[in-house]
């Protein structure tokens, strides 16, 4: 049985913001093994995009334990932390929110090759291409501005920035959500291809239980902070036991056909 | 014959030398519920904000809109209720909800403060607010996306317009709040018999819920017809795509489940 | 579009930066086409402007050339003018970044620093820090930039408490990157244009100030200045008005076009990012 790749146990973290105490996140813990899709699933406020901040290590939080590649995640600071953070990258909803604004695509590629010495700094250019080739980008694209990209170019170059750094576990949260429907299946397929080449792990964080069974090898429901149900896409939608996981069934909408009884 | 709220001919809107929308000619019809398809870039937005005379002042307009159903180019606010994507942009966050509903009332019915007051109160509990005593004092920031956009579409309908337009009012919820508000909206135009303009990138969604389905393009019109028929037998390939790239359950899986 | 071609875009833009070119020329000419001391006597007293082509606007009261003094004087006033500046947004930058990273209580007791140069009325605390210490040019500056140093301060901090929450900064910190790299190349770079459109208004406050304070008596008596000349053509305004008023046209069309010149930078650098 191998190891597993990630293992959180009860981590926690409350927040109060303004008017209105903001999604917590409460003891929560699950595995992720090399290879897998993980997929998170919940409504809003759910905390889903809390844990991936707390994984991500983008806040600290209150209790509970990391373990990533055998080693205790959150007990690394500076330097440290910076060189682990290599093999574990994150992608982020918005395309366009996640690059600044002044940069190239090229600019946006280079960084991590060059903080984590990837490649000498001859060869980075030749890596940039092959980065952009892997998410099937033209080379031609590394001069532009990434303002000048279209959405679904941005973020398939979110992932190529990912994949800079050689990780092992790749965060996605609401990747394809704010995606053209054509591009959200390349996408998808594309996430695929990449994981069946290198063993690449994925945590995918949606509120859409169809993408997620569509990409996932097993699934985790969240609710106010909490894990309420755990399983298979499968077995989660055909037999959904928390009203969390009922509901996310229900609202999923379906293409109604005339071959439908009508409505 | 059915009736027409409104018809449009030949209409064009640009920016500068940008066309967004290019020569759209379509009817509307009283009481229907017609979605418009369209992914981003298509123009949908811009058409809906041509119709409710929300295009900024640097746009150009060309070609014809009657409407047939009012008689006259319908008043924003009064004849036409507009809900828009981001309720957190969309209310202003320093009026109370109550303030922000009971507005379309005062100005477009003539209604004093106290009924409007009343209307509001009414209003909130159609929407399904929580506690819709309290929350008319609510201010926006103190509510979730999904409360924020039921006040939006309360908002709308308070100066009981009858023609309402819906411009990607769920593209920024969540699912499960998604699926709440297309069903609230379903059950206030079934109730009023208002004729609701639904705008959005979800095929799935407009099938479920429209009498007829629109297809943009940049900014032309590539499919008209029936919901059901449309999704069943798309005469488009540009339709055919967007409803192969919808994924639902019966979607053919990338991986398999692994326990 | 590119950013110049937005800055001449606009007829404002096109006449602020016009002017300011000018002016700058003016500047870098003044000793090559008026060389020696602007202050020396260079005619007879009072001769009335367009009478002498030697002397194309006359002389003062002492007999100085005036087109002399203008043409120094631009010299003057846009040296203090763009230092002041430059002091003001470099010390309101550096606080404000300072106050906007760090946070907690080192945050807190800066702004309170800032409140307390806000407060005081701007001429003021340049009076006083000259009439104190004494009027020198560097000083006169340094007065100047002191007073004006609050609001780039403000500016920068709120700025930088924006652009960290972005999701490219969290990025940043996901691939790796060193905070220090995060604040000087991510954050920074976007803070930091709203800030830099402050920088014209500061030269036009900047020249008006240091106007008043040789009006006054309070600048450097070594340099010819336009305030100076100001204060110079009082004592005959009644039978040499031109004496005042020409020195007087000058800053009024320095300031306008500084402040052309600053509506179409702020347009140009908002354009850039907005899309339709």
Redesign the interface.
């Known amino acids: 049985m191998t190891e597993p790749l990630l293992e959180i146990v009860g981590l926690s973290k409350t927040f109060v913001s303004?008017?209105?105490r903001v999604a917590a996140v409460e003891s929560v813990s699950f595995d992720i093994r090399p290879g897998?899709?993980v997929g998170l699933v919940g409504?809003?406020?759910s905390g889903k995009s809390t844990l991936a901040?707390l994984l991500?290590r983008?806040t600290p939080p209150e209790s509970g334990r990391i373990r990533f590649e055998g080693k205790d995640w959150l007990g690394l600071s500076g330097n440290a932390r910076?060189?682990a953070?290599?093999r574990l990258?994150?992608v982020?909803q918005?395309p366009l929110?996640?690059?600044?604004?002044?940069a190239t695509v090229a600019d946006v590629l280079m960084?991590?090759l060059r903080?984590?010495g990837i490649v000498a700094p001859a060869d980075r250019p030749k890596e940039v291409e092959r980065l952009l080739e892997r998410v099937g980008l033209p080379s031609a694209l590394a001069e532009r501005s990434v303002?000048d990209v279209s959405?679904g170019q941005r973020q398939r170059v979110a992932i190529a920035?990912a994949l800079?750094?050689r990780p092992a576990l790749i965060v996605l949260d609401e990747a394809v959500s704010a995606l053209?429907?054509?591009m959200?299946?390349m996408v998808?397929?594309l996430l695929?291809e990449l994981q069946k080449g290198s063993g690449l792990a994925y945590l995918f964080i949606s509120?859409?239980?169809?993408?997620v069974?569509?990409?996932?090898?097993?699934v985790l429901v969240m609710e106010a902070g909490r894990i309420v149900e755990a399983?298979?896409?499968?077995?989660i939608?055909e037999d959904p036991q928390s009203d969390a996981a009922k509901?996310?069934v229900?609202?999923?909408?379906?293409?109604?056909?005339?071959?439908?009884a009508a409505? | 014959m059915t009736d027409l709220l409104a018809t449009i001919r030949r209409l064009s809107v640009a920016y500068g030398d940008v066309d967004v929308v290019r020569g759209l000619s379509f009817d509307i019809r009283l009481g229907e519920r017609l979605a418009i398809i369209g992914e981003s870039g298509s123009g949908k937005s811009t058409f809906a904000r041509a119709l409710a005379g929300l295009l900024p002042p640097n746009a150009s307009l060309s070609g014809e809109m009657d409407w047939p159903g009012f008689g006259r180019p319908p008043l924003p606010g009064r004849d036409l209720g507009f809900v828009f994507q981001d309720p957190g942009s969309s209310l202003n966050p320093v009026l109370t909800i109550g303030e922000q509903i009971a507005e379309g009332a005062r100005r477009h019915l003539g209604y004093s403060a106290s009924e409007a007051w009343h209307r509001a109160r009414e209003l909130a509990g159609r929407v399904r607010l929580p506690q819709p005593e309290t929350i008319l004092n609510a201010f926006p920031h103190q509510l979730s996306g999904g409360q924020k956009q039921r006040v939006a579409i309360a908002a709308a309908i308070a100066s009981r317009p009858r023609f309402l337009i819906a411009d990607e009012v769920t593209s920024a919820l969540d699912m499960v709040v998604q699926a709440e508000i297309v069903s609230l909206l379903r059950r206030l135009v079934a109730e009023d018999g208002l004729t609701l303009l639904f705008i959005t990138h979800d095929i799935a969604l407009a099938s479920a819920f429209a009498d007829r389905i629109v297809v943009f393009r940049n900014g032309e019109l590539v499919e008209i017809g029936a919901a059901k028929a449309v999704v069943s037998r798309p005469a488009d390939a540009y339709t055919a795509e967007l409803i192969a790239g919808h994924i639902d359950f019966t979607t053919p899986r990338l991986v398999e489940d692994m326990p | 579009m590119s950013f110049f071609t937005r800055l001449l875009r606009s007829p404002e833009g096109m006449a602020g930066v016009i002017i300011l070119a000018a002016l700058v020329l003016v500047a870098l000419m003044a000793p090559i086409l008026f060389p020696g001391d602007p202050l020396r006597i260079a005619g007879p007293a009072l001769l009335p402007p367009f009478s002498d082509p030697a002397l194309p606007l006359g002389t003062d009261r002492l007999g100085r050339d005036v087109l002399a003094g203008l043409m120094h004087g631009a010299r003057t006033s846009l040296t203090v003018g763009i230092a002041a500046a430059l002091m003001a947004i470099v010390l309101g930058a550096l606080v404000g970044t300072a106050a906007g990273f760090a946070g907690g209580l080192v945050d807190e007791a800066l702004m309170r620093v800032v409140d307390a140069f806000q407060i005081v009325p701007r001429f003021l605390l340049a009076l006083a820090i000259v009439s104190v210490v004494g009027p020198s040019l560097p000083l006169v500056i340094a007065a100047i930039a002191l007073g004006a140093w609050a609001d780039p301060a403000r500016l920068t901090r709120a700025q930088v408490l924006s652009i960290r929450e972005r999701d490219y900064v969290a990025a940043a910190e996901v691939i790796g990157m060193h905070p220090l790299e995060i604040a000087l190349k991510q954050v920074l770079p976007n803070a930091l244009p709203p800030v830099l459109a402050l920088t014209s208004v500061i030269v036009a406050a900047a020249i008006l100030t240091e106007a008043a304070l040789s009006f006054l008596g309070l600048g450097d008596p070594n340099v010819v200045t336009w305030g100076s000349m100001i204060a110079e053509g009082r004592n005959v305004i009644r039978s040499a008005a031109f004496l005042s008023i020409a020195p007087g046209l000058a800053l009024v069309v320095t300031v306008i076009g500084v402040y052309l010149f600053s509506e179409a930078l702020s347009r140009a650098i908002a354009g850039g990012r907005a899309r339709p």
């Open positions: 303004g008017g209105r897998e899709t409504g809003s406020g901040r991500l983008l910076r060189r953070r290599a990258q994150m982020f918005d929110a996640a690059f600044n604004p002044r960084d991590p903080i984590h303002l959405g920035r800079a750094t053209d429907v054509s959200r299946r998808l397929e695929g509120h859409d239980l169809a993408v069974r569509a990409v996932s090898h097993r399983g298979t896409a499968s077995r939608i509901a996310l229900k609202a999923v909408p379906k293409l109604e056909s005339e071959n439908d409505t």
